[in-house]
Every structure is written in structure tokens, then in C-alpha cells.
């Protein structure tokens, strides 16, 4: 008897404590109350696309080839903070979003959610900035919008450049997506994850120790703050019971742009197989293996990141001309 009010006692305390945590949550983030916390804030722009507030940053020439940087699921724009001034320094007019449902962009109770939306609403953002073409750089589940993108508008996409991409449904089948699929379960499970400075500081740590750097506290915390909020526990958990990117793999086949794959070979959250299989459908590309590296090679070296981006997007092609394909192993970077 004593043991079932004990459990009964742990088991109120444990639910309260969830109850007081759901509760407390920021309902979203401020952009001028979070300033210290905003790289590049001076390159910070917003606009309206489909009645949404979206948050964008942009570097560069005008004039320059334009270059649209999309961030990957449980991210934002700040993915991209290393590579983001080098790239419009490399003779680029560089945009980065944070996509509806992330950052400092608003996110709809009812928004859908799905990578189609996500490509429609960069190709607002676009059309708002009187870009007609630009490459068009997707790192994760932003590789999935930019494949979107490069299928269905193959006219606005001069390049595709496609880092760690998510190509198919398999990345589903994780703990943190599986729960988040969950009726009532994901609604709870899901903001605990997400909001859990310790798992995300162990996330992290990953990343540093293999680069034998101490974590950056400063952007330890922008990260989180990113996504301690409800609102982007809602998006997030709308983008999980939405996902269908099984098309990617299904038509890469039919992507005509110039494509090139970048991937560390140490990427366990989308595995490198998934790179072969891209290079071997896509007709018009080349891969790029990041030696001793993760999933986002613009973050964990962001020099030789920016260097290969460049020289690709540089590279003088004559109409119709195929890549020529670049073997794996001399292709290898390593540093």
C-alpha cells in the first residue's frame, strides 16, 4: 500500500512538473527584446509573404548573383551565421530566411507546415525581392524545399546546392520525429525535448568535441531561445504530422539544374548512402564528402564550406554542358 502512495506522490509531482513547464513557456520570441542574441542583426530585414511575418537577413552586392540560404527542421537562419557575410565577401547577394514557423518568423496556429509551403514561401520571398533565378542553397530539411523548389520552378533555380539533405521519409522513424507523430504523447514529449537547454548542450557538445573547441555559450543560448517557445513546439510539431518528402528521391531523376552535394561523412542524422543515391539520380551533379565532419559542414567548416560553394557556383558551363563527375575520393575534403 505504501509503495502505490508513493508511486501515486511521484507520479503527481512528476506531472505537475510537466503541467508547471508547459505552462511557463515563452509564447514566442521578440526580435528587438532578443538583440544580443541576433548575429548579423544589422543585415536583419522583415517582410510580409502570404500574410506571414518573415525574418530575413541579406548581405552582398544587389546586383551580384543572388544565392537563398534555406535552414534545415528544429533550426533557424542562425545555421548559417559562419558562412553567411563570406559568401556575399565571394561576390554573392546572399538571403537568408528563417522559414514560417522559425526564428524570428511569425508562425501561424494553422499554418501548414509541409515542405511545398516552405518552397511557396521562398519563392515569395523571391518574387518580393525582384529575384527572378538564384542558386538555391538547402542544408537538411531546407535541402528538401530547395529539391521542391528546383522540381516544381526549375525557371527560378540557376544552381542547387544540397548539404545533408533529407530526401526521403526515413528520418521519420527517429525517437524525437516518432514521438512528435504522437497524439497527445508529442504534444507533451515534444516541447520537453526541444526545450531542454541540457540536451541540446549534449547535442552540441558532439559537434565541438569532435573540432576540439569549447561550446560557444553565446550561440549555445541563441539556439535555445530559439526554440524554448510554444509557438515553435506548434510549428514543429505540425512540420513532424506533415512530412512527406519521399517525392525528393521519387523524381530527382527529373532535377536539370546543376547540382552539387555536400555532405560530412560522419552525418548521422542523414546518412551518406543518401548522398549516393542523390548523385547517382540527380543527371547534372557532383558530391562533396567533408572528411571528420557531421550533418552541416557550413557550421563545422565554414571556410572550406564557403570556398566549394563558390568555386561551383563560378564554374563556367556552357548551355546543356553536363558536370563532369568528380571522383569520391579525390573530392575528399579534408582539413
Known amino acids: 500500500m505504501k509503495k502505490r502512495y508513493l508511486l501515486a506522490g511521484a507520479s503527481g509531482i512528476v506531472a505537475g512538473a510537466v503541467a508547471t513547464k508547459l505552462l511557463t513557456r515563452p509564447r514566442d520570441v521578440s526580435w528587438p527584446d532578443s538583440i544580443d542574441l541576433i548575429y548579423h542583426a544589422e543585415y536583419s530585414w522583415f517582410t510580409i509573404i502570404d500574410g506571414v511575418r518573415i525574418h530575413y537577413q541579406e548581405a552582398g552586392d544587389e546586383n551580384a548573383p543572388p544565392m537563398i540560404l534555406i535552414h534545415g527542421f528544429i533550426s533557424s537562419n542562425l545555421v548559417w551565421n559562419e558562412v553567411f557575410r563570406p559568401l556575399a565577401q565571394a561576390g554573392f547577394r546572399v538571403i537568408a530566411p528563417d522559414l514560417p514557423g522559425y526564428g524570428y518568423s511569425d508562425k501561424p496556429r494553422d499554418g501548414e507546415y509541409t515542405i511545398a509551403s516552405q518552397a511557396r514561401a521562398v519563392l515569395g520571398l523571391m518574387d518580393r525581392l525582384g529575384i527572378e533565378k538564384a542558386t538555391i542553397v538547402g542544408a537538411s530539411y531546407g535541402g528538401a524545399v530547395a529539391a521542391m523548389l528546383a522540381l516544381d520552378c526549375p525557371e527560378r533555380v540557376a544552381r542547387l546546392v544540397l548539404v545533408g539533405a533529407v530526401s526521403n521519409d526515413e528520418v521519420k522513424k527517429k525517437l524525437l ?5 504522437l497524439p497527445i504523447i508529442g504534444d507533451i514529449a515534444t516541447p520537453l525535448f526541444l526545450g531542454s537547454r541540457w540536451i541540446l548542450r549534449k547535442r552540441t557538445e558532439e559537434v565541438y568535441r569532435r573540432l576540439g573547441y569549447p561550446v560557444d555559450e553565446r550561440k549555445l543560448e541563441a539556439r ?9 513546439h506548434h510549428a514543429m510539431i505540425r512540420t513532424v504530422r506533415q512530412w512527406s518528402a519521399n517525392r ?3 523524381d530527382a531523376h527529373l532535377i536539370r539544374q546543376p547540382t552539387m552535394l555536400v555532405w ?28 571528420r565532419c557531421g550533418h552541416l559542414p557550413p557550421t563545422e567548416y565554414p571556410e572550406k564550406f564557403v570556398e566549394v560553394v563558390a568555386e561551383f557556383c563560378k564554374a563556367d558551363e556552357s548551355p546543356g554542358e553536363k558536370l563532369q563527375p568528380l571522383d569520391f575520393k579525390e573530392r575528399n575534403t579534408s582539413t
Open 177 to 181: 520525429l516518432r514521438l512528435a507523430s
Open 224 to 232: 535555445h531561445h530559439l526554440l524554448e517557445t510554444s509557438n515553435t
Open 248 to 250: 525528393i528521391s521519387r
Open 264 to 291: 560530412g561523412d560522419e552525418d548521422n542524422h542523414i546518412p551518406i548512402s543518401n548522398a549516393y543515391r542523390l548523385r547517382d539520380a540527380i543527371p547534372n551533379s557532383r558530391l562533396i564528402v567533408f572528411r
